[in-house]
């Protein structure tokens, strides 16, 4: 079984903090793909970033930046100097790669972030 | 190309009460998914389709069927809605060629009410 834990419910910083999301996660499969997505207070849910077992390599993108470590099943995820827009839950999930599966992501419960002004 | 797209986007239901939902993409994508989203539990998935005049149940499917007659459309339906169905629904798609898994392009959403 797959899991994936946001321990982080709702988060609030102040405008230009950094903040780190965490997302901790279980597979027993050796291949598998994580994912972040961004849930507006619009509703909508935006694609962040895909990445898969092999690549332990940190990505940066901007403001964002993803911090995977396969020895503690985790991959965070930093906004530097947060801006009000980046308000919105965020969602980590999980996708392991067997023959024959629907590649069905499982999702954790999601952190609220609030920046404030 | 307008991607996954919902029909409706609200409905109020009264228990016992039946309905569908509409799922449609243009992306030519193989797979689709139906999810559920309610307050502090994520996403979870309900029935999923791996192509076309395929369907398989997904997390938490009891009460839901659903149908891909077309490659295109996902249909959620409810026989007799209950209020614990009062949720958020979410239909996804992705194109996964052996290998890498692709991240799943989602619609935006049907909020139901069932009272």
């Known amino acids: 079984a797959q899991k994936v834990t946001q321990a982080q419910t709702e988060i609030s910083v102040v405008e230009k903090e950094d903040v780190t999301l965490d997302c901790v996660y279980e597979t027993r499969d050796t291949t598998y793909y994580l994912f972040w997505y961004k849930q507006p207070p619009s509703g909508e849910l935006v694609f962040l970033i895909r990445r898969n077992s092999f690549d332990e390599q940190n990505e940066i993108s901007g403001r964002y930046s993803w911090n995977f470590q396969k020895s503690t099943s985790s991959f965070n995820f930093t906004i530097t100097a947060s801006q009000v827009v980046d308000s919105a839950v965020y969602f980590c999930?999980?996708?392991?790669?067997?023959?024959?599966?629907?590649?069905?992501?499982?999702f954790g419960s999601g952190t609220q972030l609030t920046v404030l002004p | 190309n307008a991607g996954v797209t919902q029909t409706p986007k609200f409905r109020v239901l009264k228990t016992g009460q039946s309905m569908t939902l509409l799922c449609a993409q243009d992306m030519n994508h193989e797979y689709m998914y139906w999810y559920r989203q309610d307050p502090g539990m994520g996403l979870r998935l309900i029935h999923y389709?791996?192509?076309?005049?395929?369907?398989a149940k997904g997390e938490v499917p009891d009460g839901y069927n659903v149908s891909r007659l077309k490659k295109q459309n996902f249909l959620l339906g409810l026989e007799s809605a209950a209020p614990s169905q009062t949720s958020v629904y979410f239909c996804?798609?992705?194109?996964?060629?052996?290998?890498?898994?692709?991240?799943?392009?989602f619609g935006p959403g049907t909020r139901l009410t069932v009272t």
């Open positions: 999930a999980l996708s392991g790669v067997r023959s024959g599966s629907a590649r069905q992501l499982t």
């Open positions: 389709s791996v192509g076309e005049g395929t369907t």
């Open positions: 996804a798609s992705s194109y996964h060629p052996e290998g890498p898994v692709g991240e799943q392009y």
